[in-house]
T-cell receptor, first 110, second 115 residues
Framework: KQEVTQIPAALSVPEGENLVLNCSFTDSAIYNLQWFRQDPGKGLTSLLLIQSSQREQTSGRLNASLDKSSGRSTLYIAASQPGDSATYLCAVGSGNKLVFGAGTILRVKS | DAGVIQSPRHEVTEMGQEVTLRCKPISGHNSLFWYRQTMMRGLELLIYFNNNVPIDDSGMPEDRFSAKMPNASFSTLKIQPSEPRDSAVYFC?????????????FGPGTRLTVL
C-alpha cells in the first residue's frame, strides 16, 4: 500500500527566505508526483506535476524535483512571500488513484 | 470554464438525516473523483468514475455512502443515514486522463456538519 509522508508538518519563515518542503513515498511504481496548494477553506490547486520519467519541473519561483528510486521529492520555493502562506500537499499517482500526504502548513511572516 | 462546481458549500444536518452532495465536473473531463478531508485522516479518495462508470469505490467507508454519475456533467454523493463522524469537507475533482496519471482539478468543497 502506497504511503506518502511530508516533512515538516509546519514551517514558519520570514519573508524573502528560500525554503524546501519534503515528500517521501514508499512504493516507487508511480505514474507521477504532484504538488498542490490549499488555502484555508478552499479546494486544492495544482502547482506542479512531474511525470515518473522526469527529474524536475519549474514554475516561476517554484521548483519540484523527483528521485523515484529513493522515493523522494522536494518543493523549493524561492524568495518566499506572505502570499505563499498555505498548506502544501504532495500526491503520488499510484495504481488507480492519487495518494496524498498530510501536508505542510507554511506561514511566511512579513 | 467555471471549474468544478459543488453544492451546497455548507451543510448542517442532524444525525440520521439523508445528505446529498452535488458536483458538476469541468466540461470535457471524463474522470470524476470524490474525496473526504478530515484533520485526523487527511485527504482520502472515496470513489472514482471514468466515463460515468464507477471504477474504484474501495474508499467508500460503508453502505451508508453511495455515489452516482447519471451523465458526464453531474454526480452525487449521498449519505443515508448520516452520523456525526461523517462531518468533514467533501471535495469533488475532475480530470481528463487515467486516475493518478494526470492533473486533477478540485472544486471548492462542501463542509458537512452532522450534529
Amino acid at each position: 500500500k502506497q504511503e506518502v509522508t511530508q516533512i515538516p508538518a509546519a514551517l514558519s519563515v520570514p519573508e524573502g527566505e528560500n525554503l524546501v518542503l519534503n515528500c517521501s513515498f514508499t512504493d516507487s511504481a508511480i505514474y507521477n508526483l504532484q504538488w498542490f496548494r490549499q488555502d484555508p477553506g478552499k479546494g486544492l490547486t495544482s502547482l506542479l506535476l512531474i511525470q515518473s520519467s522526469q527529474r524536475e519541473q519549474t514554475s516561476g519561483r517554484l521548483n519540484a524535483s523527483l528521485d523515484k528510486s529513493s522515493g523522494r521529492s522536494t518543493l523549493y520555493i524561492a524568495a518566499s512571500q506572505p502570499g505563499d502562506s498555505a498548506t502544501y500537499l504532495c500526491a503520488v499517482g499510484s495504481g488507480n488513484k492519487l495518494v496524498f500526504g498530510a501536508g505542510t502548513i507554511l506561514r511566511v511572516k512579513s | 470554464d467555471a471549474g468544478v462546481i459543488q453544492s451546497p458549500r455548507h451543510e448542517v444536518t442532524e444525525m440520521g438525516q439523508e445528505v446529498t452532495l452535488r458536483c458538476k465536473p469541468i466540461s470535457g473531463h471524463n474522470s470524476l473523483f470524490w474525496y473526504r478531508q478530515t484533520m485526523m485522516r487527511g485527504l482520502e479518495l472515496l470513489i472514482y468514475f471514468n466515463n460515468n462508470v464507477p471504477i474504484d469505490d474501495s474508499g467508500m467507508p460503508e453502505d451508508r455512502f453511495s455515489a452516482k454519475m447519471p451523465n458526464a456533467s453531474f454526480s452525487t454523493l449521498k449519505i443515508q443515514p448520516s452520523e456525526p463522524r461523517d462531518s468533514a469537507v467533501y471535495f469533488c475533482a475532475s480530470g481528463s486522463g487515467r486516475a493518478g496519471a494526470d492533473t486533477q482539478y478540485f472544486g471548492p468543497g462542501t463542509r458537512l456538519t452532522v450534529l
